[in-house]
């Protein structure tokens, strides 16, 4: 009996160590601040919602937009990268958002409702305190595709609309996106990556057709129309482009969707928008270079910030 109650403190003083431990971690770590707005809705669907952190700030702050991913069916703005809130003590404030998602809706609409987000912001600019005209774009995957296809697109705005959200400006300064497709059409991608690419379970939902429908006209016009590079014109705004996935040929034995985030989506965007003398970097988790550093610097020199 003795021995028993000699364990049993023991495992008690043990856990009581861990908890002190914990808790010790816990007051060190640096809290997330929470947003000055929070679920603020841009639009009528349940989505429509976004949060906002504002930086302090006497004059107009620029705004970095966080776009999630998730193959265009799944994914939350409560994803937002932790290393983005620090740009608030560079004087910009972050806005994280969410869109409809598919089955529910089919391309282009994840693409515009995330441009009525950008547009809302503008529109409550003075407000928020926001400078309307520095506006960056952050994603990933398919937040990612989404951000080139919006800082490529021609502005979506519509002067004359009954809605004052959508007379707002959709431009982008620049944009800085993980693991980002270029394009969207299957059979471009089966030539840069892989047939395993190529056949991204995602991509279904996101067209509103199956694999056995590629080849038809109307399926080839809708790749055209989602492929963020189709876009690409001389007057478009720089990227920073940063991928994880292996480089090289895909294994034999690579599962559906397996290299939708290679980096030679992001050597086809480099090519062209080098041609067009456009500031695209491309960057690899191989290459052990301080690219959260190297990031905050391009947005910041891109968004006409000074750095502290």
């Known amino acids: ?13 043990f856990c009581l160590v861990l908890m002190s431990a914990s808790e010790l971690v816990a007051q060190r770590a640096p809290r997330r601040p929470q947003p000055d707005l929070k679920n603020e809705q841009y639009g009528s669907h349940h989505r429509h919602v ?9 004059s107009p702050t ?6 999630h991913g998730g193959g265009f069916h799944a994914g939350s703005k409560e994803k937002l990268p932790g ?19 598919s089955p529910e809706v089919i391309m282009p609409a994840h693409y515009l409702d995330c441009a009525r987000a950008i547009q809302y912001a503008r ?45 707002e400006s959709t431009r982008l ?12 059409d299957p059979h471009v991608i089966r030539e840069l990556v892989g047939d395993a690419a190529a056949k991204h379970p995602a991509l279904p939902g996101f067209y509103g057709f199956g694999f056995d429908d590629i080849d038809t006209p109307e399926a080839k016009e809708k790749f055209r129309i989602a492929s ?17 996935e292996p480089r090289g040929p895909l294994p034999d034995n690579a599962r559906p969707g397996q290299g939708i985030h290679h980096i030679n989506f992001g050597i ?20 052990k270079k301080d690219t959260t550093t190297e990031l905050r610097q391009f947005l910041l020199r891109n968004l006409d910030v000074p750095e502290n």
């Open 1 to 13: 009996m003795a021995l028993r109650n000699r364990l049993v403190w023991r495992v008690i003083c």
């Open 50 to 58: 976004l949060d906002l952190w504002k930086a302090d700030s006497d």
């Open 62 to 67: 620029p705004l970095v937009v966080y776009i």
């Open 83 to 101: 290393f983005l809130l620090n740009l608030l003590d560079d004087g910009v404030s972050v806005m994280a958002i969410n869109y409809r998602l």
């Open 123 to 167: 529109l409550h600019a003075e407000e928020w305190n926001l400078d309307p005209k520095r506006v960056a774009a952050v994603g990933g995957s398919a937040g990612a595709g989404t951000s080139l296809w919006l800082g490529f697109h021609d502005d979506l705005a519509d002067p004359d609309n009954e809605d004052p959200v959508l007379r």
């Open 173 to 184: 300064h620049c944009m800085a996106v993980f693991g980002a497709q270029s394009t969207y």
């Open 228 to 244: 963020p590079i189709t876009y690409l014109t001389k007057d478009d705004p720089p990227v920073y482009a940063f991928y994880s």
């Open 268 to 287: 086809k965007l480099k090519d062209a928008m080098d041609k067009l003398k456009i500031e695209c970097i491309v960057r690899h988790n191989d290459e």
